[in-house]
C-alpha cells in the first residue's frame, strides 16, 4: 500500500513538473491579445483560483500585453469605428443575405486540416487568419505591422501535431472572441482548467443557468469579430486591381471553431442560411489525440496548476457536451428540406482529400472549382500531405478505454465506430 501511494505521489509530481517547465514561457497563448479592462475584470474574479507563485510572470506579461491592446484598439476605433458600427448595422439588418460556412467537430477530430484545405479557395471564401484571431481589437489597421513585431509570440508549428503555424494560417474565430467578451467562452477551461466548469454555461448558452447577460455579450462580441473580418476582406479585395467589381459581395465567411458545434440553434438565430460541415473521428483516437494536446498545449496557457484526473475529466466532460448538443441540433437540420449540414470522417477526408472536398462542394451546391484552387489543392495534397507524419499514440490502458466505451457510448454507435474489446 505504501508502495502505491508513493508511486501515486511520484506520478502526481511528475505531471505537476511537466506542466510547471512552460510557465515562463510567453508563447502560444491565446490570452495575449486581450484588452486591460476585460482582462482586469478576469483576474479580479478568478483572484483566487489563480497559482500566484508559479504564474505571476505570465500575469504580469499578458498585463502588460493588455495595456498594448487596448492602445492598438482606440486607434482602431478612431480610424474603422464608423465603419465597423454601419457594418455590424447591415449585417444584423441583412442577416438573411448572410451565408457563412461552419466547420464543427471535436477537438482532433480534423476540423484544421478541413478548414485549411477549403480555403485555398479565396475567391469563394474568406477567413480568420490567426493574427486576426490573436489581436482581434486592432487588427484591421495594426495586422501587417502587427505580424513582425509580434512574430516571436508563436512557434512556427503547433506543439501537439507540427502541422504549420503562422499568422496568415486560417484560425479558430473563437479564440478572438473569447478575448472580445472578456472570458465568456469555452476556451478559458484552459487558463482556469481546476475551475473548467464554471465556463460550462458557455459552450451552447443554452443552459437554464447561462445569464442572458453572457449570452448577449458573447453575440455581441462575435457579430463584432464577423463584421470586422467581412470589412477587412472588402478592404482587401478592393486593393486588388484585378478584382472584378461587386466579387467580394459573393464571398462567404469560411469559420472554424471546434465550440461552435454546440451552437448551432444560436447560429441558424444569427445567420438563418448558415451552412455546417461536421466532420468526425474514432472517439478512441480522439482521446488519444486530446490529452496528448492537453500535455504539450495547455501548459502554455495555464493560470492555475491542474491535477491529470482534472484535465482527463475535462476532455471526457466536453466530448460529451459537444456531442449532446450537436446530436440534439443535427436531427432539427436533417429533417428539414434544407441542405445546410453535410458529415464526414477523418478516415475520409484523409485517404482521399479531394473526393471529400468535391463532395462538399456538390452537396451544398457551391460554384465549381477554380483552376487556381485546384491546382493549389492538389500541390497541398501531393506535396505537404503526402509527407506528412501523424502522431502515434499508445494503445489505452484498458480503464480509459472502459471509460471512453462508457461516458462516449451513444457518439460511437450513432457514428458507426467499434467498441474498443
Known amino acids: 500500500t505504501s508502495r502505491l501511494i508513493l508511486g501515486k505521489h511520484d506520478a502526481a509530481n511528475a505531471w505537476r513538473e511537466s506542466i510547471l517547465k512552460y510557465s515562463w514561457s510567453c508563447r502560444n497563448n491565446f490570452i ?45 476605433f478612431i480610424i474603422f469605428g464608423n465603419k465597423i458600427r454601419q457594418t455590424i448595422q447591415e449585417v444584423s439588418r441583412n442577416s438573411d443575405k448572410e451565408h457563412p460556412v461552419f466547420i464543427l467537430g471535436h477537438p482532433r477530430s480534423g476540423t ?24 482581434p481589437s486592432s487588427f484591421l489597421w495594426f495586422e501587417s505591422i502587427g505580424k513582425v513585431l509580434l512574430s516571436r509570440l508563436i512557434d512556427t508549428k503547433r506543439p501537439m501535431d507540427n502541422m504549420k503555424l503562422s499568422f496568415e494560417l486560417p484560425q479558430e474565430d473563437e479564440i478572438a472572441t473569447s478575448v472580445m467578451s472578456g472570458g465568456i467562452s469555452p476556451y478559458f477551461c484552459l487558463p482556469f482548467m481546476r475551475n473548467h466548469e464554471d465556463f460550462h454555461d458557455f459552450f451552447s448558452f443554452n443552459s437554464s443557468t447561462t445569464s442572458k447577460e453572457s449570452r448577449e455579450t458573447w453575440t455581441q462580441s462575435f457579430l463584432e469579430l464577423y463584421s470586422k473580418l467581412k470589412l477587412r476582406s472588402q478592404r482587401n479585395a478592393s486593393a486588388q486591381t484585378s478584382c472584378l467589381p461587386g466579387s467580394n459581395e459573393k464571398k462567404r465567411a469560411l469559420l472554424k471553431s471546434p465550440v461552435h458545434t454546440s451552437r448551432i440553434q444560436l447560429l441558424l438565430q444569427m445567420f438563418p442560411n448558415a451552412q455546417f460541415i461536421y466532420i468526425h473521428r474514432n472517439p478512441y483516437e480522439v482521446y488519444a489525440s486530446a490529452k496528448h494536446m492537453a500535455v504539450t498545449t495547455y501548459p502554455y496557457v495555464y493560470l492555475s496548476v491542474p491535477t491529470e ?20 441540433d443535427r436531427e432539427m437540420i436533417l429533417s428539414s428540406n434544407k441542405r445546410a449540414l453535410i458529415e464526414i470522417s477523418y478516415s475520409e477526408l484523409c485517404h482521399d482529400p479531394m473526393s471529400s ?30 509527407s506528412y507524419k501523424k502522431n502515434e499514440f499508445q494503445t489505452h490502458p484498458r480503464e480509459i478505454s472502459d471509460e471512453i466505451s462508457r461516458r462516449w457510448n451513444d457518439s460511437i454507435l450513432q457514428l458507426g465506430y467499434e467498441f474498443c474489446s
Open 32 to 76: 495575449v491579445g486581450i484588452c486591460f479592462k476585460q482582462w482586469m475584470r478576469l483576474v479580479w474574479k478568478f483572484k483566487h483560483c489563480i497559482d500566484w507563485k508559479e504564474y505571476s510572470f505570465r500575469v504580469g506579461f499578458v498585463s502588460c500585453l493588455s495595456i498594448i491592446n487596448s492602445c492598438l484598439s482606440t486607434i482602431e
Open 112 to 135: 484544421t486540416l478541413l478548414h485549411n484545405l477549403i480555403s485555398f479557395d479565396s475567391d469563394q471564401f474568406y477567413i480568420c487568419n490567426t493574427f486576426c484571431a490573436g489581436f
Open 309 to 328: 484526473e482534472t484535465v482527463d475529466e475535462f476532455i471526457f466532460k466536453q466530448y460529451e457536451i459537444l456531442w449532446n448538443d450537436y446530436f440534439r
Open 357 to 386: 472536398i468535391s463532395k462538399i462542394y456538390e452537396y451544398f451546391g457551391w460554384n465549381p472549382w477554380s483552376p487556381e484552387f485546384r491546382t493549389k489543392l492538389e500541390d497541398i495534397v501531393c506535396t505537404e500531405l503526402r
